[in-house]
C-alpha cells in the first residue's frame, strides 16, 4: 500500500506559520476562504491549509470520519470482512497524513484526537499482528523434509566405549550383519518450506508499515521477534533437538548423545538452509520499507534459533573425548561449516555469527584432540592375551575399519591438520614422497605403522614360532586389503602395498622354516647308512616314526589355527605341499621296500603321500583335529 512521505521541515514551518495568522486573525469564514486564496497564490506548498483549519483530510475521509472508524474497532472485536480491514487501515493512513502536516501545530485539539486516535490504532494493529502471526504459522513437515535429504551410511562397528585390551565388540559382526555409521544427509537444492501462510504475509506487511510509520517500531519488533522465536524453537523440537543446558549434554550416556547428535546434525541443516532462510525472506518481505528494522527482527528470531544449536555443539566439543565420538564430531563440524556462509550472509549481528564460528572451531578442535588421543590409544595398547589360533587381532580389525571410515573425511582431516607437527621419524620413506602427501596421508601411515609395531610386539606372545608368523600373516595381509580395497589405497600408494606384500610372503617363508624343518630332516639321506638297498632298518624305522609324529603333532596344533583368508589359506598349503610331499614320495620311494619285507611295516610307514596331502586340507581351519587312523587313498 503506498504511503505519503513526511513532509520537510521547511515547508512544516509555512504551513505552521499560515495556520497560526489566519486563526489568530478570527476573521469570518469568506474571509477566511479570501486569506487562503492570497495564500496559496504566493506558494503551492500552501494548497491544502484550508483542509487543516476545516479538520478535513486530504484521504477519502474526513478527520471525524477516520476518527470513528479507528474508535469503532477495539481490540476484542474481529474484522467482518477484507474490506473492514482495507477501510480502518485507510483511516489510519489518513490521520497519519493529518499527523504528518500538522507535526509543528500539535498543540492544538485536533493533533491531540488525531494521536489519541493512532493510540487506539496501533493498540488493535498490534494484537491484530501477534494474532496473525500466531494464527498462520505453518507447523514443519519434518518427514517431508527428511525425505528429500540423500543419506549416506558409511560402515563401521561402533564401539560403546574406549579402546581396551579385550576388542571383544569391536571389527565386523560375525554373523554378516552390517552396522552403520550414517554420515548424515544431504538437503536437496530447492527444498523450501512457508513459515507463514501466504496469504497473509501481505496483511502482516501492511501492519508493519503503519505501526512502523506511528513510531510503534519497537512494539512491532517485540511482537515479531518473540512470536517468530517460539515458532522456530517448536521446528527445532519437531526436528528431535532438546533445549539442554552444557551440564545436562555432558551427563548423557553415549548411545543416547550418538542419537541426539546425530538429530543435531539433521537440525543444523536444515535449520541454516531451509527455515532461517525462510525466516529470512519472510523478514525482507515484512520490513521491504524499514530494512534496518527488519534485519534487528531477523537477527534476534536467528539468535533464539541458533543458540540452543550452539550450546549442545560446545558441551560435546568440550566433553570426555573418545574414539567412538569423532565421526559424529566431524559430521557436526561439516554440518555447522556447511551453513556458516548462509548464516553469514544472512545475519547481520557480528555477536552471533562469531558465537557461530567460535563453537565449530572448537569442533574442530574437539576432532583432532580425539584423533590423536586415538593415535596415542593404539600406540599405547598392551593386552597381554594372545589370539587364539593366530587370528586376527581385533585392534587390527578395529582400526582399520575405523581409518577406512576416516578417509572418507579427508577433505576436513586435511584442513584440521594442515599446520600440525608430527614426528615422522619411524616412517620408512623418503622425505620427498613424505612431503608429497596430505596431512591426512602422513597421519594415517604414521597410525598404521604404529599398529604394525603394536602387531609385531603382541606376536612375541606365542611361545610357538611358526604361529608368530601365522599371526603376523593374518594381521598384515588384514591390513594390506583394508587399504588395497578403499581409498586408503591412493592415499599410501602401491609402493606402500607391494612391501607390505612382500612382508607376508617373507613371514610365509619363514613360517614353513620354522614349522616344518624337524618333519623334512627325518626325510633326509644323512645318516641312514648305505644306499636304498642295504640302509639300516632300525634308522629308517626311527626316520619313518620320527616324521609320523611330527606330521601327526603339526596336524593337531595347526588345525587349530585359523587363516581366515581363503586364498591364503591356500597358497600355505601349497607351499607346504610343495615342500613336503615330493621329499616325503622320494623318501618312500627309495626305502620303502625295505621294510616292508619285514613284519608290521604299516606301524612305521602309515602315510600315503596322497594321505599326506588330504591331511594338508585340513590346516588351517580353526577346528582342532586329531589323527587316530590314516586316510589310506591307496594301498
Not at 467482518?80 to 493512513?93: K, P
Not at 553469514?344 to 588421543?373: D, Q, W
Not at 594415517?444 to 614360532?465: A, G
Request: charged share 30%.
Amino acid at each position: 500500500m503506498a504511503t505519503t512521505s513526511i513532509n520537510t521541515g521547511g515547508e512544516d514551518r509555512v504551513l505552521a506559520t499560515a495556520q497560526q495568522i489566519v486563526k489568530s486573525l478570527n476573521t469570518p469564514k469568506e474571509v477566511r476562504e479570501d486569506m487562503l486564496l492570497i495564500f496559496s497564490s504566493f506558494d503551492n506548498r500552501l494548497s491544502n491549509i484550508g483542509d487543516l483549519i476545516n479538520g478535513e483530510s486530504s484521504g477519502p475521509h474526513s478527520f471525524e470520519s477516520a476518527e470513528k472508524i479507528i474508535l469503532r474497532h477495539d481490540s476484542n472485536s474481529n474484522w467482518d470482512s477484507s474490506e473492514e480491514f482495507n477501510e480502518f487501515m485507510g483511516a489510519v493512513d489518513d490521520i497519519l497524513r493529518l499527523i504528518d502536516n500538522l507535526s509543528v501545530g500539535s498543540d492544538n485539539e485536533i493533533m491531540d484526537r488525531a494521536e489519541t486516535a493512532i493510540q487506539a490504532a496501533m493498540s488493535r494493529l498490534e494484537d491484530d499482528f501477534r494474532h496473525l502471526l500466531i494464527s498462520n504459522t505453518i507447523p514443519l513437515d519434518a518427514d517431508g523434509l527428511y525425505g528429500s535429504m540423500r543419506r549416506v551410511s558409511l560402515s563401521f562397528a561402533a564401539n560403546d566405549g574406549e579402546i581396551d585390551g579385550e576388542f571383544e565388540s569391536f571389527g565386523e559382526v560375525s554373523d554378516g550383519s552390517a552396522r552403520f555409521h550414517e554420515r548424515g544427509a544431504s538437503l536437496g537444492e530447492e527444498a523450501s518450506v512457508d513459515l507463514i501462510e501466504p496469504a497473509a504475509v501481505d496483511d502482516l506487511k501492511q501492519i508493519a508499515d503503519r505501526m512502523i510509520r506511528s513510531g510503534y517500531e519497537k512494539e512491532c519488533f517485540q511482537v515479531y521477534s518473540n512470536i517468530r522465536r517460539g515458532a522456530l524453537d517448536e521446528c527445532l523440537a519437531i526436528l528431535g533437538v532438546e533445549k539442554l543446558s552444557m551440564e545436562e549434554v555432558q551427563k548423557v550416556e553415549w548411545s543416547s548423545l550418538d542419537e541426539k547428535m546425530k538429530k543435531w546434525i539433521q537440525a543444523v541443516k536444515i535449520a541454516g538452509k531451509i527455515l532461517l532462510s525462510g525466516e529470512k525472506k519472510l523478514c525482507d518481505h515484512i520490513f521491504s520499507e524499514a530494512e534496518t528494522l527488519g534485519d534487528d527482527c531477523f537477527n534476534e528470531t536467528a539468535k533464539g534459533c541458533v543458540k540452543p544449536l550452539l550450546i549442545f555443539a560446545e558441551a560435546v566439543a568440550i566433553g570426555k573425548r573418545s574414539s567412538e565420538k569423532l565421526f559424529r564430531i566431524l559430521d557436526m563440524y561439516d554440518a555447522l561449516a556447511d551453513v556458516l556462509p548462509n548464516l553469514e550472509a544472512m545475519i547481520t549481528s557480528e555477536l552471533v555469527c562469531g558465537e557461530v564460528r567460535g563453537v565449530l572451531n572448537a569442533l574442530g578442535e574437539a576432532a583432532k584432540g580425539t584423533f590423536a588421543e586415538f593415535e596415542n590409544a593404539v600406540q599405547s595398547e598392551t593386552s597381554k592375551k594372545p589370539m587364539q589360533g593366530g587370528e586376527i587381532h581385533p585392534l587390527t580389525r578395529y582400526v582399520m575399519n575405523y581409518v577406512k571410515l576416516l578417509v572418507d573425511y579427508s577433505d576436513t582431516l586435511n584442513k584440521l591438520l594442515e599446520h600440525d607437527e608430527i614426528d615422522t621419524g619411524s616412517l620408512q620413506i623418503d622425505a620427498d614422497s613424505l612431503e608429497s602427501m596430505s596431512p591426512i596421508a602422513r597421519r594415517l601411515l604414521l597410525l598404521i605403522t604404529c599398529l604394525e609395531s603394536n602387531i609385531e610386539e603382541k606376536s612375541r606372545l606365542y611361545d610357538d614360532s611358526a604361529m608368530q608368523y601365522i599371526f603376523l600373516m593374518n594381521n598384515i595381509l588384514y591390513i594390506v586389503q583394508k587399504v588395497k580395497d578403499s581409498e586408503l589405497g591412493k592415499l599410501l600408494g602401491d609402493n606402500w602395498v607391494r612391501k607390505r606384500r612382500g612382508q607376508v610372503r617373507q613371514y610365509a617363508t619363514s613360517y614353513l622354516r620354522a614349522s616344518w624343518s624337524k618333519a623334512l630332516a627325518c626325510l633326509k639321506d644323512e645318516g641312514i647308512g648305505g644306499g636304498s638297498t642295504n640302509a639300516s632298518k632300525v634308522t629308517l624305522k626311527e626316520r619313518f616314526r620320527s616324521f609320523n609324529l611330527c606330521f601327526e603333532e603339526i596336524y593337531r596344533v595347526q588345525t587349530a589355527w585359523k587363516v581366515p583368508d581363503p586364498q591364503l589359506r591356500e597358497e600355505l598349503r601349497i607351499s607346504i605341499s610343495e615342500k613336503v610331499i615330493p621329499a616325503y614320495r622320494s623318501f618312500m620311494g627309495r626305502f620303502r621296500s625295505q621294510l616292508e619285507s619285514g613284519r608290521h611295516a604299516g606301524k612305521y610307514i602309515k602315510y600315503t603321500p596322497e594321505d599326506l596331502e588330504s591331511y594338508l586340507l585340513d590346516l588351517f581351519e580353526g577346528s582342532p583335529g586329531v589323527l587316530h587312523h590314516p586316510r589310506r587313498k591307496s594301498s
